[in-house]
């Protein structure tokens, strides 16, 4: 069964606000920048509480990033969030040149994760950030799984990381079910579920979906382990080698491309020191579509049905090797 | 830039000028004004018209092109135009009326297009 209790739906997007809300609270060097779209992205209840400390800059997301940079040099803990698909790719010189080369602690918020964006469709929906943020030297990559782990992920980003940051989350209200009172640690992933069969290493919204697809899997006799990977990078190597040796099957659950994102990570890791069979859940190469949001995660099969569907493919596999 | 100094005489862009984005009036969230100005400084050829009146528009499209320049228009409109309850509002930005709304907003739209 799934030992977690969905607390109402709630958005990624509306914890990363909180989270921004809280560490603008704690530290009065904390400013945020609005490339518009700020109420979209959370970062209205900032701008409302620390109007002086908030700056509109427009549809300029290369300007953004410059001067987030510049603030970062001069002390402040300039923080900018927008929709992913521009954050990460628009602006991707700036964020490479200015804060990575530089090694500056901007905070990036990425909104708009995955197909679960829904009816704005293929050119808002951000399925390749993990990848290009991931290249990149000096960069830390967190991809919490529902609105509670998004706060505590954007109070950990802000007020506790050094160098770059990109946070990535998510539009559509979805389950929130994780634990307030335990801080986000950034470089560990958690064990969700036990398991010895195989292991569902999923991020963000998809690590839901994950625990879902545990208990399909379970009434077949199989028991996955569910770990929700919520940093990408630094990827946290010995929770991977350690579900590698003891599962001996790894699936990789994300709403992201399978090139390059989390599963590359994941199988980064495995190939090198500990081989086991993988499978990769997540858009193979292809780009999104307009549609409700749970329909088109079933379409590109990111739902709990497609997960253990192909988790008891690669059990099968392992079993037969 | 490269449309005016590759002399493409057969461009026409078509700004919106309805002066809202999705935080709020264009001149408040990042000014764009004195925007003809800036369209010139690129080489372009500069017109305006009301951007609700088709007449206004053809005639532009038709008489202001010259052999030399690109030429953009500055149509200058109001958003949701015709529906009192919208017009000129941002918090309209991407949103869509309810169901409850709609039979006033499309009255609204047809007295418009009477008069």
Known sequence: MNPYTNKGNKATRTGFGEGLLAAGQLNDNVIAIGADITSSVGVDLFASAFPDRFISLGIAEQNCVAVAAGLALEGKIPVFSTYGVFAALRAADQIRVSVCYNNVHVIIGGAHAGVSVGPDGATHQALEDLSIMQALPNMTLLSPCDATETKNAALAAILQCRGPVYIRFGREPMPDFTDPNIPFKIGKASEMLKGDDLTLIATGHLVWEALLAAQILEKQGITARVLNMSTIKPIDREAVIRCAAETRAIITVEEHQINGGLGSAVAGVVVTECPVPMAFIGMKDQFGESGPPLELMKKFGMDAASIADTALHLFRKKMSD | ?115
């Not at chain 2, 000014?31 to 009146?53: I, M, Q, R, T, Y």
């Not at chain 2, 953009?72 to 009326?97: C, F, N, S």
Request: glycine share 8%; hydrophobic share 35%; with cysteine.
């Open chain 2, 1 to 115: 830039m490269a449309a005016s100094h590759h002399h493409l005489d057969n461009l026409v862009a078509i700004v919106d000028r309805n002066g809202v984005q999705i935080d709020g009036p264009t001149e408040k969230v990042m000014h764009l004004e004195p925007l003809a100005d800036k369209w010139k400084s690129f080489g372009w050829n500069v017109a305006e018209c009301d951007g609700h009146n088709r007449e206004q528009l053809i005639e532009t499209l038709k008489h202001r092109r010259n052999a030399t320049q690109p030429l953009v228009v500055l149509a200058h409109t109001i958003m949701g135009k015709g529906i009192p309850a919208i017009e000129g509002d941002y918090r309209w930005h991407g949103k869509v009326p309810s169901r409850e709304q709609l039979p006033g907003f499309l009255k609204d739209l047809r007295n418009m297009h009477k008069t």
